[in-house]
């Protein structure tokens, strides 16, 4: 049996769910398809795995869709400082003191309240669903996949594994890096792996839950620590971290045999000493890196979004900032699209979409690519300038602050070449 909609939604991540809330408030009837059961949260158990630096730009867009509020409920985690420093040991160190190659970003001198927050993806994800099911024109369907689709010149009919077909004007794909819609809609992507890999760690530590998030420089990649919420009666004192290490595939490899204990040890010992004391390892989880991105984010009765439309380095935490970039530029181009009587999927919005959406992606990504690449070398003159322009961002104030506005989503759009450093 086909059941009809205006617009159907593949894959309820976070920027999936969010993109169907907002087109179901504005009267659109939406289907939101996930392959995966519909996300829950307990906060009786430890952390998701999965975390996220959310900016004050998405903070707006959650509070605009309504669902902020459930987040903070939730549980979230403010950060009001970001530091930044070289961790790299070369002869020429010795020439550089190590506060000189430090930044620290703060919200006071950036006029900003906090800098983000951190949440977890299942606590964003789940405040969508609800919001999204709170709309009599949202439909949400969990545990069934999409599978086929015949992209028509009249209506698009998406299958699903049961065998349901689902028809609507438009398609959105939001389902992730791996995009099935993607391929079936036959976008091809350019797509660069990144020598190095990520491990996300959960753990506890013993201290209060702080403001700063951090994050040092290796040559073998960036070490960082993200604050997350207090653990709870059961470990009073203590609080639960996410810690990201950057490294070759094969030193994660070896990582991911040591038990529990044996990589607490290693951690102590591999991160900067500004590490508070560990006291508990509970989940790791290790992650390709690549860059990727569609050669088109349109095709007939497809339209993409998030990292189904682009993936970038995450060790600036952007991606779901972007993804929800995207999220709210779509609606607005289908809002348009209906204001003018056109049809849902007429290749004039979407190419609107794809103009305003691609050249801001395609920034982050290079700007992601920029640190990346400085950072991720042991070459003497490379490590210099990489010192001294950490310590030239701290003599400049204003062109860092302009910097750090854009790399961390205060600002949407990077600072004019005057103000680079
Ligand atoms: C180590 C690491 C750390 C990161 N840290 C940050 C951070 O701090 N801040 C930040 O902004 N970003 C971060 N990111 C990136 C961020 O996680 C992603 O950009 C974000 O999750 C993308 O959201 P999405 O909704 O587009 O896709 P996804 O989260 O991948 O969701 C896709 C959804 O589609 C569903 N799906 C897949 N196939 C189908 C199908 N055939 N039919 C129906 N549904 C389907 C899946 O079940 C899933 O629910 C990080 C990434 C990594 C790897």
Request: aromatic share 6%; glycine share 8%.
């Amino acid at each position: 049996m086909t059941h009809a909609f205006d617009i159907v939604v593949a894959g309820g991540g976070m920027v999936g769910a969010a993109v169907a809330t907002g087109l179901g408030q504005s009267g659109f009837r939406v289907a939101l398809v996930d392959k995966a059961g519909a996300p829950t949260f307990d906060p009786a158990t430890p952390p998701d795995i999965r975390v996220s630096a959310l900016s004050a730009g998405s903070e707006r867009y959650l509070q605009q869709l309504g669902a902020w509020s459930a987040i903070l409920a939730m549980g979230t985690t403010v950060y009001r400082r970001l530091a930044v420093w070289d961790q790299a040991t070369h002869p020429l160190s010795k020439l550089i003191p190590r506060r000189l190659g430090e930044v620290v970003f703060d919200a006071a001198s950036l006029s900003a309240p906090h800098l983000g927050h951190i949440v977890e993806n299942r606590v964003t994800q789940q405040a969508l669903w609800q919001c999204a099911n709170e709309q009599p024109t949202v439909t949400t369907l969990s545990g069934n996949g999409v599978i086929a689709l015949n992209n028509g010149p009249e209506q698009a009919i998406v299958t699903l594994e049961d065998g349901s077909e689902l028809s609507c004007q438009l398609v959105i794909g939001a389902d992730g890096a791996q995009s099935r819609l993607r391929e079936l809609a036959g976008i091809g992507i350019s797509r660069d792996q990144y020598a190095q890999q990520a491990m996300v760690i959960s753990v506890r530590y013993r201290g209060p839950v702080e403001d700063i998030t951090w994050q040092g420089f290796h040559p073998s990649g960036p070490r960082a620590f993200l604050p997350l919420h207090s653990a709870g009666d059961g470990y009073p004192g203590e609080s639960w971290a996410s810690l990201v290490w950057y490294d070759s595939p094969t030193e994660l490899a070896r990582l991911k045999q040591l038990d529990k204990d044996a990589l607490l040890r290693e951690i102590q010992t591999q991160f900067p000493e500004d590490l508070p004391t560990l006291t508990h390892v509970e989940a790791r989880a290790s992650f390709p890196i690549a860059r990727q991105h569609a050669h088109h984010y349109h095709h007939g009765r497809v339209v993409l979004i998030g990292d189904a439309a682009h993936t970038i380095n995450p060790l600036a935490g952007q991606g779901v900032n972007l993804g929800f970039q995207d999220a709210a530029c779509l609606q607005s181009m289908i809002r348009e699209a209906q204001r003018a009587g056109s049809d849902l999927a007429d290749a004039q919005w979407l190419a609107r979409y794809e103009q305003q959406r691609r050249p801001a992606n395609r920034r982050m990504m290079l700007a992601m690519d920029a640190f990346y690449h400085l950072f991720s070398n042991r070459i003497p003159p490379v490590h210099l300038l990489r010192n001294l322009g950490l310590g030239a961002a701290r003599a400049l104030p204003f062109a860092r602050n302009q910097v750090a506005r854009y790399a961390m989503g205060l600002d949407e759009k990077p600072p004019s070449r005057s103000h680079h450093v």
